[in-house]
């Protein structure tokens, strides 16, 4: 199910008040409640190389000027506690480097220059996050799925790394280069972490349970951001199938940047490396091939459910035939098919 109403996307070069070297934040005398459950702010949708086009952006050392004014975008934060900080009823910025961001007067707005906005790109991501899941009935007609607020650690890592602890519930965003809570795409890919393992208990026990829960990760990080992207108008201009598009410039030399990609040909078993990275790839292209055969809305609903009965420690084959079951029970022969073609098209099958 898509929201009722979209929202007209305001860009940065739009917004008068700002200027290029530092933009407008706001001040506070007194750190008091503000009461206000919602919030302008600005972002990357869901990072500058995707809504550009520019492979050639780079972080200079998170220079202010390194990614064009018009790449920001004015987006309404949610669901906030009234406290005036970043904590709201599913995004929590628990811990971070630099003064924790603070609103009197209704606006977030920092450029990447400051510490604040990866604690602004964090909440909004996470938040966004849990909201397509709901989108798809996760909650309502569907179980519920890690409806919590999610903790997250903004800069509090000192290397390029970023990963979710289940045993503390935490998910924490590294820096070095790009830092990575200002690609929207990591932050979702390990909100997708949190999301397994509160569907079950222990996920990722075995090499292929692992690849796919970073495939999973890879795979929710582009279905959320182009939800949040149509969402607000923002256009798409490199390639969808590339992950992370805005961190991985730091520490790839290809055109155009990725992570990873959804589209690497990869085929079951030969290959398998033994990775969980490089094998998800297998799996999250299986994943892309039901959202294109079917659309983001049934494919996300059939992907995210079945995940509820995957084992701990479950084979790619196992998790594959609950797929299709999960699909047919949802929608019947015609979708079950489809996704049967997917797995079997990367030998899964």
């Known amino acids: 199910m898509a929201p009722k109403s979209w929202t007209t996307p305001v860009a940065l070069a739009a917004t008068a008040a700002l200027t290029l070297a530092g933009l407008t934040a706001p001040v506070a005398s007194a750190k008091q409640p503000t009461g206000a459950t919602t919030a302008k702010a600005l972002?990357?949708?869901?990072?500058?190389?995707?809504?550009?086009?520019?492979?050639?952006?780079?972080?200079?050392?998170?220079?202010?000027?390194?990614?064009?004014?018009?790449?920001?975008?004015?987006?309404?934060?949610?669901?906030?506690?009234?406290?005036?900080?970043?904590?709201?009823?599913?995004?929590?910025?628990?811990?971070?480097?630099?003064?924790?961001?603070?609103?009197a007067n209704g606006t977030y707005y920092y450029n990447r220059h400051d510490d604040q906005f990866e604690q602004v790109m964090a909440y909004f991501w996470g938040t966004e996050a849990q909201k397509y899941l709901q989108s798809l009935g996760f909650g309502s007609e569907l179980p519920p799925v890690n409806a919590e607020s999610q903790d997250y650690k903004v800069d509090q890592y000192g290397v390029d790394n970023s990963f979710s602890w289940d045993k503390h519930d935490t998910i924490t965003l590294g820096k070095g280069g790009v830092d990575d809570a200002e690609d929207g795409e990591v932050i979702v890919h390990e909100t997708g972490h949190a999301v397994h393992d509160a569907q079950v208990a222990g996920f990722g026990a075995s090499l292929e349970a692992g690849s796919i829960g970073e495939a999973w990760g890879d795979y929710f990080s582009v279905t959320v951001g182009d939800w949040v992207a149509k969402?607000?108008?923002?256009?798409?201009?490199?390639?969808?199938?590339?992950?992370?598009?805005?961190?991985?410039?730091?520490?790839?030399?290809?055109?155009?940047?990725?992570?990873?990609?959804?589209?690497?040909?990869?085929?079951?078993?030969?290959?398998?490396?033994?990775?969980?990275?490089?094998?998800g790839e297998i799996w999250s292209q299986a994943l892309f091939q039901i959202r294109t055969a079917l659309g983001p809305t049934v494919a996300d609903r059939i992907i995210v459910d079945a995940q509820f009965g995957f084992a701990p420690d479950t084979s790619f084959a196992a998790a594959a035939r609950h797929t299709v079951a999960t699909a047919q029970s949802m929608y019947g022969a015609t979708q079950a098919a489809a996704v049967q073609k997917a797995f079997a098209d990367r030998g899964i099958l």
């Open 231 to 279: 969402k607000y108008g923002v256009p798409v201009k490199a390639p969808l199938v590339c992950v992370a598009d805005w961190d991985s410039v730091s520490y790839t030399s290809t055109v155009p940047h990725c992570l990873r990609r959804l589209d690497a040909g990869k085929h079951y078993p030969e290959d398998v490396e033994g990775e969980v990275h490089a094998d």
């Open 43 to 103: 972002v990357f949708i869901p990072n500058p190389v995707q809504s550009s086009g520019d492979q050639t952006l780079t972080d200079q050392k998170d220079s202010a000027t390194a990614v064009p004014r018009g790449e920001y975008y004015e987006v309404t934060l949610t669901d906030l506690d009234g406290s005036g900080y970043l904590r709201g009823k599913w995004a929590n910025v628990r811990s971070t480097t630099g003064t924790p961001a603070y609103t």
